[in-house]
């Protein structure tokens, strides 16, 4: 039996931030309309990676530890990913093809986050706006490194991954920081710790914030298959007995962020109030990949303390929640202890990652987006694959619990949504997110088309 910490009383609150536009193209999801009606009907995204990236066939091996092979191909796609407007950003058609398509992609879900907060192009020329993105990928150098002589002029600009915030201040003129990070499965949720310390630092009027992920290349599927962390039935079974791994997805998400009480005084529509957001690192432990739950507690308190909410406001907490026999116990035990023991009723807890794989350095973005909807929409959807508890996680006496059905929330109007996200190096980070204001918060968009909206 676990034993319940003390909870930390609240204390003054720091600036909120508020979410003014959101995007993401996601597996199964081209904007966040279609990604709602994904989680609320229980969808599956993950299938097999097309055949066109690169010949799986030959780096396949059902054996588990086989060098250079993977036991599994299995991911959560965006299916074609070769289409790309140029002279709508400004770039020419030869720039654009040596660009990482990671790069293309940002672009055009930034240029929608902006769309969807209302804001036109010249909003945002010359502005003291920053930019900081989560991306970890080098798949796109990696497939040219066999073909020095094919290279040109933009083929270092177009795969550094410095360059993922770099291309998005260059092509919109942006005057703040322009910073990549890296920490592996928890970047984007890093990055979105910098840009709020940015602006509650007054460094930044705004800040577009995103995480990006595409899956072009074997390498990363053999380095993870030797080292035993993909599923080798090709599902993330996040808090069941039979998760065994995760499963790769891709894509990109993108929040813009401004003070809220800036946002309410220029009557921008909000979609969400960030409280809080911090970050540690797991430190010593048996196994660098390994985490390290004390250190998740501690993080988790600390951002509740930083913003002021008692565990009672909590209505929902979005879990890293990858499918592992060591990441999940760990997880649910920090969550349990540090937020979850001394409440009436049960915490729910899921992850998004059982709907569309681990977009591993975006996959904080597609949990800020979920806890964000659920907020939103006022309603729990299930978590999949869930039909047996893990016997090593005390769910009764960690007082959580997992939906398996979409199920309607009454909501107060100062309820609180957390995420997690962990790099598998150590680095944690957690955000707790508040509903949007009941006088900006925006209805639900009506679907439309994806394409380039800005012409710069």
Not at 47 to 76: I, N, W
Not at 115 to 123: F, I, Q, V
């Amino acid at each position: 039996m676990t034993r319940a910490r003390k909870p930390a009383g609240p204390r003054a609150t720091l600036e909120p931030i508020a979410i003014v536009g959101a995007a993401c193209r996601l597996p199964g999801a081209p904007d966040l309309e279609r990604f709602w009606t994904l989680l609320a009907s229980g969808g599956d995204a993950v299938s097999t990676l097309p055949e066109e990236r690169f010949t799986q066939a030959a780096f396949h091996h059902p054996r588990k530890g086989e060098p250079g092979r993977s036991y599994s191909f299995a991911a959560a796609h965006l299916g074609d990913i070769t289409g790309f407007d140029a002279p709508a950003f400004g770039l020419s058609p030869r720039e654009a093809a040596e660009m990482d398509p990671q790069q293309r992609l940002l672009l055009e879900v930034a240029a929608e986050a902006v769309e969807d907060a209302g804001w036109p192009a010249s909003r945002l020329a010359g502005r003291n706006i920053g930019v900081w993105v989560g991306g970890s990928s080098t798949d796109h150098a990696e497939l040219r490194l066999g073909d020095s002589a094919g290279t040109d002029r933009y083929f270092m600009t177009g795969n550094t991954l410095s360059i993922l915030a770099n291309r998005l201040t260059n092509v919109f003129d942006l005057r703040g920081p322009g910073q990549t990070v890296d920490t592996a499965c928890s970047s984007s949720l890093v990055a979105l710790a910098a840009a709020i310390a940015a602006l509650r630092a007054g460094q930044v009027e705004a800040a577009l914030v995103g995480g990006v992920q595409l899956l072009l290349s074997p390498f990363a599927f053999a380095g993870f298959s030797r080292a035993g962390m993909l599923s080798a039935r090709g599902r993330c079974q996040a808090f069941d007995a039979a998760a065994d791994g995760y499963v790769r997805g891709e894509g990109a998400g993108v929040v813009l962020l401004k003070p809220l009480s800036q946002a309410q005084a220029e009557g921008d529509a909000i979609r969400g109030v960030i409280l809080a957001c911090g970050t540690n690192a797991a430190g010593r432990t048996i196994g660098l990949s390994l985490p390290n739950r004390e250190a998740q507690a501690a993080l988790l308190g600390r951002v509740m303390a930083e913003a002021g909410v008692t565990r009672e406001r909590l209505a929902y907490f979005e879990a890293h929640g990858t499918g592992t026999q060591a990441g999940d116990p760990a997880e649910t035990w920090a969550i349990g202890t540090a937020l979850a023991q001394g409440r009436a009723a049960p915490l729910p807890v899921g992850s998004v990652k059982t709907n569309i794989g681990h977009l591993e350095p975006a996959s904080g973005m597609a949990g800020l987006f979920k806890a964000m909807l659920v907020l939103e929409r006022g309603a729990l959807p299930p978590n999949l694959h869930f039909n047996s508890p893990n016997p090593n996680i005390d769910f009764a006496g960690l007082n959580i619990r997992v939906p398996t059905a979409l199920e309607t929330l009454d909501l107060a109007p100062d309820a609180v949504a957390g995420v997690n996200s962990f790099g598998f190096g150590g680095t944690n980070a957690s955000v707790l997110l508040g509903r949007a204001p009941a006088a900006t918060a925006p209805a639900p968009k009506a679907v439309r088309n994806s394409a380039p909206p800005l012409l710069l």
